[in-house]
Each structure stands twice: as structure tokens, then as C-alpha cells.
């Protein structure tokens, strides 16, 4: 059974950095691509950055590129979000997700697998 466990999340001030994580169990994480997704209240489930499988090919979401970075350890089958600079704008559950594939994913549809999410709150 694969499970996917996102932590880290919280409320932080505008200009503040959190870095959420996100733990797998019951898949082969070492060649499995994964990514971030966030969802809002009043928006769609948005992609936020993806990796490959060997972190060698990395995308991000033009709103959260140079703010935020994403990264794993695959001897830990964790996966990271390291996000800074944090604006209210950035507000909404964070869910990771793994995708049947050794590449980067853009598209929600394209992930197999969903952790139940992390909430990150950006006060102003």
C-alpha cells in the first residue's frame, strides 16, 4: 500500500520560509517521479514543481520559480519543499504526489499516488 505523509506545513509572516516534506512508503520512491501541488480555496489544484526520479531534471511553476526549491533523498524516501520569500498568495493545502515514471510530471493527471496534504498559511 503506498502512502504518501506531507509534514512541515504551518503559518508564517510574509517574507518567512518553511520547508514542507513529504514521506513514501510502499513504492519504489528511488524511481518514481515526484512533485508538489497546492490547492486554495478559491483556485484549481495548481502544479508547484516536480522532480525526476535521480533529481537530475527539475521544473517549477513560473509563480515559484527563485523562491522556492524542491529536492529529495531517495536513501530517506523523502521528498522536500523549501520555500521562501512567502507571500499570502502562496496560502493553500500542499500536496506531494508520485507519478509512475522516472520524468517530471507538469500535469496533476499524470500522478498516480496523493498524500492527504499540508496546510501553509501566509499571514500579511
Known amino acids: 500500500q503506498v502512502q504518501l505523509v506531507e509534514s512541515g506545513g504551518g503559518l508564517v509572516q510574509a517574507g518567512e520560509s518553511l520547508r514542507v516534506s513529504c514521506v513514501a512508503s510502499?513504492?519504489?520512491?528511488?524511481?518514481?517521479?515526484m512533485g508538489w501541488f497546492r490547492q486554495s480555496p478559491a483556485k484549481e489544484l495548481e502544479f508547484v514543481a516536480t522532480?525526476?526520479?535521480?533529481?537530475?531534471?527539475?521544473f517549477y511553476a513560473d509563480s515559484v520559480k527563485d523562491r522556492f526549491t524542491i529536492s529529495r533523498d531517495n536513501a530517506k524516501n523523502t521528498l522536500y519543499l523549501q520555500m521562501n520569500r512567502l507571500n499570502p498568495e502562496d496560502t493553500a493545502v500542499y500536496y506531494c504526489?508520485?507519478?509512475?515514471?522516472?520524468?517530471?510530471?507538469?500535469?496533476?493527471?499524470?500522478?498516480?499516488?496523493w498524500g492527504q496534504g499540508t496546510q501553509v498559511t501566509v499571514s500579511s
Open positions: 510502499g513504492l519504489r520512491f528511488s524511481v518514481t517521479a
Open positions: 504526489a508520485a507519478a509512475p515514471s522516472l520524468l517530471p510530471q507538469r500535469e496533476a493527471r499524470d500522478y498516480a499516488y
Open positions: 522532480i525526476s526520479a535521480r533529481s537530475g531534471t527539475i
